[in-house]
């Protein structure tokens, strides 16, 4: 009776300590900026995750340049760096990726997903570029689209904004907002319904 009861206990710790965490704060950029990112990939980096994530940019709109693991971000205008970490538990599955974005060497963005205390759960098995693709959209919703345009000038006033430019100054004012990740997404996909 004892012995069952601690294995009872023993299962429910260690079930509840099994979780996957994804937290994205997108990215807020500069219309002045370019549409060129340098890709800054972790030393030993697995060759598929620089491809997937230079195909979710592109896909965006970016232009890319990879640069030398371990060049710091502030030799470019816009630079991303990225961590991707494997793990092996009956398959090899993607356990942790950390992507920052740096615009002039200060960071302006974070996507991060870490199923390192996974544990038991069978959701860590995911298709690595499907994340990377999810995390890239999420971090930059807008793409490079309003990227390389300076704002005009108009004498006498303000002129009634465009439907893209009030639907990027709601993006704008939601990403200042601290919400939780899931509050984000469901304002995000009412204002994108919009």
Not at 164 to 169: C, H, I, M, V
């Amino acid at each position: 009776m004892r012995a069952a009861s601690l294995f009872t206990l023993i299962t429910a710790i260690a079930i509840s300590g099994c979780s996957i965490k994804q937290t994205v704060t997108p990215a807020t950029l500069s219309a002045e900026l370019a549409p060129e990112i340098c890709m800054i990939p972790a030393l030993n980096l697995r060759a598929g995750f620089t491809s997937a994530y230079q195909a979710s940019l592109v896909e965006k709109g970016f232009r890319t340049r990879l640069m030398v693991s371990g060049s710091s971000p502030d030799r470019c205008a816009l630079a991303t760096t990225y961590i991707g970490r494997w793990g092996w538990d009956l398959a090899l599955y993607m356990k942790h990726a950390d992507i920052r974005v740096y615009e002039q060497g200060r960071q302006v963005g974070q996507a991060e997903y870490d199923a390192r205390w996974g544990g038991g759960r069978l959701d860590k098995f995911i298709s690595a570029e499907d994340k990377i693709a999810e995390l890239t959209h999420q971090l930059f919703p807008n793409g490079a689209a309003s990227l390389g345009r300076t704002a005009p000038e108009i004498a006498g006033g303000s002129a009634p904004l465009s439907k893209a430019a009030y639907r990027q100054q709601q993006l704008d004012r939601l990403m200042g907002e601290n919400l939780s990740y899931e509050d984000y997404q469901r304002r995000y996909h009412e204002l994108m319904a919009e």
